[in-house]
């Protein structure tokens, strides 16, 4: 396997597809290529061509999660998602730009079962074990998205520069279809430069987790008061980070058998978020 250095984006793009994949910490694609669940020819290391720090609104893409969680520019509910998540290790390795495009945490999944997401006839979890799944969004696949960051930015209403466009946060992320098993709309040349995160008047984020430390989301709730309205957005309940448009719409939830606890814990967690920034969500 060969290993490129590049130095800009650019040539950073240039490089990618084909058989090659971008590394940046390495926390999720090393352990995904020891599995051969992800196969490369070549590893284009980016940490020379994505930029990383924070400046006010703006974050490079490289910026790891122990950058994010202790830096006063950023909202409270962006630093409390990266402070939740993984461990301090994995949080210093671990870079914002990664941590949007993790892949699912299904077992199924990761053990390299030949269900639905993996191009197969069929989900395995919906029959089978599916306690930590979804509960919106699962006709096809029911994993549950696992990132913190991503519902923390939803809920934000960030916005993504890659090397191609620019777009809202909401559009990196797509359910998987029958033509297109994917759960994101980036190419595989493609990369996430810098992030754009617009200050709230107030925001947080609470997370349930089998353990309190160092778990996946079994639910995560973002709730963000800005410019006289409410957003909401959950992580750990469907197969991307997912928008709530008020309270009641966790009424349309179509859990699974073993996930019906989870709207349980999603109600009181958006109950809870929503004391703490001091409002009520815009009527749906
Ligand atoms: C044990 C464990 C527990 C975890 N717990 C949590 C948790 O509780 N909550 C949570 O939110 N996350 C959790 N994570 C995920 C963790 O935060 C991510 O693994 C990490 O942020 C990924 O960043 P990275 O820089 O290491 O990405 P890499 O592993 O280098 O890359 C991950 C993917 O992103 C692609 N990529 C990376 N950077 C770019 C870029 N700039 N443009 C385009 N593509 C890019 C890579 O090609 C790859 O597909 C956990 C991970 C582990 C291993
Ligand atoms: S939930 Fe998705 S990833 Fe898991 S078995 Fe079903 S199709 Fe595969």
């Known amino acids: 396997m060969e290993l490129l250095r590049p130095s800009s984006a650019d040539e950073a793009a240039a490089a990618l597809g084909n058989g090659s994949v971008a590394l940046a910490g390495g926390t999720e694609l090393v352990p995904l290529l020891r599995e051969g669940l992800v196969r490369a020819e070549t590893l284009v290391h980016v940490s020379e061509a994505v930029p990383r720090g924070i400046d006010g609104t703006r974050i490079g893409a490289g910026t790891t999660l122990a950058e994010l969680e202790v830096d006063p520019q950023v909202p409270q509910a962006l630093r409390e998602a990266c402070s939740l998540a993984a ?72 916005t993504l520069r890659t090397t191609r466009r620019e777009l809202p946060i909401a559009e990196l992320y797509r359910l998987p279809t029958a033509d297109d098993r994917s759960t994101t709309t980036l190419a595989p040349d493609e990369l996430i ?56 719409a966790l ?34």
């Open 87 to 158: 461990s301090p290790q994995l949080r210093s390795m671990g870079t914002v730009g990664g941590n949007l495009l993790q892949a699912t945490r299904c077992w199924y999944w990761r053990l390299g079962f030949d269900c639905w997401l993996h191009g197969g006839e069929q989900c395995f979890a919906k029959d089978g074990a599916h306690r930590e799944h979804a509960i919106f969004g699962h006709e096809l696949c029911a994993s549950a998205h696992p990132s913190d960051v991503a519902a923390a930015l939803l809920a934000l209403g960030a």
């Open 193 to 248: 430069l810098e992030l754009d995160v617009p200050s709230p008047d107030a925001s947080t984020y609470l997370k349930a987790m089998d353990r309190r430390k160092w778990a996946f989301p079994l639910v995560g709730v973002a709730a963000v008061r800005a410019g006289g309205g409410v957003r909401i957005a959950l992580a750990g309940v469907a197969p991307i980070p997912w928008t709530l448009d008020a309270p009641a």
């Open 251 to 284: 009424d349309d939830a179509t859990p699974l058998p073993g996930t019906a606890y989870k709207v349980e814990i999603a109600r009181a967690l958006v109950r809870r978020a929503l004391a703490l920034v001091g409002d009520s969500p815009r009527s749906p």
